[in-house]
């Protein structure tokens, strides 16, 4: 069954250290994959995705994802994290059902924390 | 002007008492979807909507109806209302181009039910 699990409830980095968000996911075929931010009080922004064009995929506000087959992993990471990138973030997977619609599932989310 | 708007954004309401909650999108997708997000939980499907003549149960219909009034109109009604009903309701839209989809959201809706 497809799933996706999110490493982390709760993350905490210092202003101007490395963001690292993990992302697992199962899925039977290759999905196309989904990081979300949700900023207080607003609803879900885009972060980036993934649709099999290239596996390391660039975002909005400096973060970047790697797609690892692998790993079954879609890691969210930012090399300098900043005041304003304190968030909560969900990781979300679709993929194709026998039925051929396309199923849609979020993970449970991670809360960064950037002190400074 | 936003894409994808909801209305109310907050709202207090009693046991017992029915509410509709009001999505309304000008992205022009024919895919609209009803979510509710508890703390740890993140976001679960309570209804989707592939058009105007689909209307499909997510995994946690029990206690809620949706009507799609139009392409771009999908209201979500809680018939009578409970306490564990209290949540965030995120409506969103997608639109499905080469086998991509890509939801957009609404800015939520924050309900209270006492």
């Known amino acids: 069954a497809q799933s996706v699990t999110q490493l982390g409830s709760h993350v905490s980095v210092s202003e101007g250290a490395l963001v690292l968000l993990r992302c697992n996911y199962s899925s039977s075929v290759p999905p196309y994959l989904f990081w979300y931010v949700q900023y207080p009080n607003q609803g879900l922004q885009l972060l980036l995705k993934?649709?099999?064009?290239?596996?390391l995929v660039k975002g909005i506000n400096g973060f970047e994802a790697e797609f690892k087959k692998s790993e079954t992993s879609f890691h969210l990471t930012k090399p300098s994290a900043h005041m304003s990138d304190a968030a909560e973030y969900f990781c979300?997977?679709?993929?194709?059902?026998?039925?051929?619609?396309?199923?849609?599932?979020f993970g449970t989310g991670t809360r960064l924390k950037v002190l400074a | 002007d936003a894409d994808v708007t909801q209305t109310p954004r907050n709202r207090i309401t009693k046991t017992g008492k029915r509410i509709m909650l009001e999505c309304s999108q000008t992205?022009?997708?024919?895919?609209m979807y009803w979510y509710r997000q508890d703390p740890g939980l993140g976001l679960r499907l309570i209804y989707y909507s592939f058009d105007v003549k689909d209307i499909n149960k997510g995994e946690i219909s029990d206690g809620y109806s949706v009507s799609r009034q139009a392409q771009a109109k999908f209201s979500l009604s809680l018939e009578s209302a409970i306490p564990n009903q209290t949540a965030l309701y995120f409506c969103?839209?997608?639109?499905?181009?080469?086998?991509?989809?890509?939801?957009?959201f609404g800015p939520g809706t924050r309900l209270l039910v006492l």
């Open positions: 979300a997977v679709s993929d194709q059902q026998a039925s051929g619609t396309y199923k849609y599932i």
């Open positions: 969103a839209t997608s639109d499905l181009t080469g086998g991509e989809e890509t939801q957009y």
């Open positions: 992205k022009g997708h024919d895919r």
């Open positions: 993934y649709t099999s064009a290239a596996t």
